[in-house]
């Protein structure tokens, strides 16, 4: 497979003229791609040891505005740099923008040298670590849903968002027709992502006018929250530039189901999959089922990891596929964790409440900690839900608002324990942000509602 290059070959390609520009990137709170576009020799030369951001970064919401509240970055403290350090093992081709490269990189913090606690990538590597103390490993798999528009961004921004037309009439699950007409998009979007090493299985039409699903083949946990990061960023950027545009919102309308992120969570053992046991029901080992009990136990405490915006609540609606409860199920898509691959060496759980809108490396760490939880705790797993569980009036219900969502976060001692205090702190300071930013907006709805009739 094409993909990640060393640094010698990236020398090699800004030798030859093949590579001229460079883009080093962190990963924001958002899972956005932020960071500085090199001029290729700078990079090989200089840049490639570190290089700085504004520490801000890790404290935006997603109008980049800056909020006070947050004691890891502050006026007071002077908005000082963070160190980008490039992740070497990242440097890879971008093949949908002409000579380009790009290198993912670790935030570091400018005095003490260590990883910044709250920066994505961090919090992701340090479950990570965690698991490989119990000498295990993870393996994901993200889902990416999302929409894609007739027109483009800056049309549809010009707009005042009002004329989002899908770029199909018809739901399009499934349909090899109607994704024959995407394929403009669709096609180069596979193959350039496969070009940059991201072993993209399969695109496919989703259960909406103009929604696409893209999958990606598992792999470690930092590498499929790296590919998600990438393909998201790639697939707005492709779109664009043919003059469309791609939403990863979890809900852009009310009339549309909305968009998921679905998680499959499967854990190793070298090459052995430690969640397979022929001898037990449904193939599932004891680890597997003390896992996922920690998953469906922590399910409201991890969820703001899950649901990050106003409008990710907005998604968790009856007889969508967007699941309400926060109980498992076998093959059954209206639970909030599936099993899949049934009495195969690849039974894993599929985790089904996290939104399009979701950054997965705190999405991961978060379902990590409380997979981690369950295995120390030996926690026992609750009998499967069987039927419909949107009429299981007696299941669990996910935090069906933010500030619900905030508050759980807020008082989860196994989130504290897991990802440190100030972290935690530092996620719940953006989740009250949120809040308080959608409590002093009036919205399109209140006008129409009340402007004459109230
Ligand atoms: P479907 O047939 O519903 O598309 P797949 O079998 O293709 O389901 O799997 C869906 C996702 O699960 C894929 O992205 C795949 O890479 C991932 N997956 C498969 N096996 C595992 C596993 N053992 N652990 C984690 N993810 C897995």
């Excluded at 968002?161 to 024959?180: F, H, R, V």
């Excluded at 499967?266 to 046991?277: C, E, I």
Aim: glycine share 8%.
């Amino acid at each position: 497979m094409p993909g990640l290059m060393t640094l010698d070959e990236l020398r090699n390609a800004v030798g030859d003229g093949s590579i001229d520009t460079v883009l080093a990137c962190i990963v924001d709170m958002q899972g956005r791609l932020m960071g500085k576009r090199f001029h290729a020799v700078n990079f090989i030369e200089h840049s490639f040891e570190e290089t700085h951001c504004c520490n801000y970064l890790l404290a935006t919401d997603l109008e980049m505005a800056n909020p006070d509240g947050y004691k890891a970055t502050s006026w007071a403290a002077g908005y000082g740099d963070y160190i980008m350090k490039p992740d070497l093992e990242t440097i890879r081709p971008v093949p949908w923008l002409e000579g380009t490269a790009m290198v993912l990189c670790d935030v570091i913090d400018h005095h003490t040298h260590a990883p910044v606690p709250h920066s994505p990538r961090a919090m992701l590597q340090k479950q990570v670590t965690r698991l490989a103390e119990m000498g295990l490993e993870a393996k994901m798999a993200t889902e990416l849903e999302f929409f894609l528009f007739e027109k483009g961004y800056d049309d549809i921004r010009r707009g005042g968002y009002q004329d989002l037309a899908p770029i199909s009439g018809y739901n399009e699950d499934y349909s090899m027709l109607q994704t024959t007409k995407e394929e403009a998009i669709m096609r180069p979007l596979r193959n350039h992502l496969f070009g940059a090493g991201i072993p993209v299985e399969n695109t496919k039409g989703e259960a909406e006018c103009g929604q696409e699903e893209l999958n990606i083949r598992y792999g470690a946990a930092l590498d499929c929250a790296d590919h998600h990061t990438i393909a998201k960023h790639a697939t707005k950027e492709i779109a664009w530039q043919h003059g469309h545009a791609a939403s990863f919102m979890a809900k852009w309308s009310g009339s549309h189901v909305g968009s998921a992120t679905h998680v499959h969570q499967s854990l190793w053992r070298g090459d052995a999959p430690v969640f397979h046991d022929a001898s037990r029901d449904h193939g599932m080992s004891e680890l597997m089922g003390h896992y996922m009990a920690g998953l469906i136990k922590y399910a409201p405490e991890i969820t703001y990891f899950l649901a990050p915006n106003i409008n990710s609540y907005k998604r968790f609606s009856k007889g969508t596929f967007a699941p309400t409860k926060t109980v498992w199920s076998i093959d059954n898509r209206t639970a909030g964790f599936r099993l899949v691959g049934e009495d195969t060496k690849a039974v894993r759980v599929e985790c089904r409440i996290g939104g399009a809108d979701l950054n997965p490396y705190l999405a991961q760490s978060a379902m990590l900690a409380a997979g981690i939880k369950g295995m120390q705790d030996k926690l026992p797993l609750p009998k499967p839900t069987m039927g419909d569980i949107y009429q299981n009036e007696g299941a669990q219900d996910i935090p069906t608002t933010l500030r619900e969502a905030t508050e759980t976060l807020r008082g989860s001692d196994m989130l504290r324990e897991a990802m440190g205090d100030d972290v935690v702190t530092h996620y719940t300071r953006a989740a009250e942000w949120e809040q308080e930013q959608y409590d002093i907006a009036v919205t399109d709805w209140e006008i129409a509602r009340g402007f004459e009739k109230s």
